[in-house]
């Protein structure tokens, strides 16, 4: 009897630790490079290559169109810059580059949102906050001038009451959208 009662111990103390939620762990995740190289690096190329017929065939009319390759190239920068986290999240809070730490209680509601473009995939998260984001944020992010002008991986939208809604482009980003979300949550409801 008291082998069969131990036993039935065991398995109440696994069912109440798999209803535990996993314990919150800080994240970062930047830009998939691999998808947005041969962008900025064809940009170049072009520009280059408009620039040199330019110069050796005599053509000045042509070198402002190497303008428009070279500003394509200079719009995706971020892309392919190393060591620069697009989304995070720690204790502090959610942390969106270009933007810093969004306060926790000031998040109301995040969601993974699909759209077809016809064959493409867009991931969006969702991120309604209870405020305005300049009130929601508890760290800015201060950015260098001449970043302001290149591409970023979000967009706000104002909703009623005053609150914001954050859309954060996840296809473009390293990591399974689900994965993100799942684990943006386990800091959300702790």
Not at 156 to 168: D, N, Q, S
Not at 170 to 184: G, K, N, V, Y
Request: charged share 25%.
């Amino acid at each position: 009897m008291a082998v069969k009662a131990a036993a039935a111990d065991k398995p109440g103390k696994a069912t109440a630790k798999a209803d535990e939620k996993p314990a919150p762990k800080p994240f970062t995740v930047g830009f998939n490079r691999r998808t947005s190289e041969g962008l900025f690096y064809g940009c170049i190329g072009i520009g280059i290559v408009f620039a040199a017929v330019s110069v050796v065939g005599g053509l000045p009319l042509l070198a402002p169109a190497a303008i428009a390759p070279f500003a394509m190239a200079y719009w995706h920068f971020p892309m392919i810059e190393k060591g620069k986290p697009q989304l995070g999240a720690n204790e502090e809070g959610l942390y969106v580059e270009r933007i810093g730490f969004i306060d926790w209680s000031a998040i109301r509601m995040t969601d993974v949102h699909r759209t077809k473009v016809r064959n493409n995939e867009q991931v969006k998260l969702h991120v309604l906050l209870t405020r305005s984001l300049e009130d929601a944020v508890s760290q800015a992010q201060t950015c260098p001038f001449w970043k302001k002008f290149m591409m970023r991986n979000w967009k706000r939208t104002p909703r009623e009451h005053g609150r914001e809604l954050i859309a954060i482009n996840l296809h473009t980003l390293e990591a399974d959208p689900e994965e993100i979300l799942s684990r943006i949550r386990t800091f959300k409801f702790v």
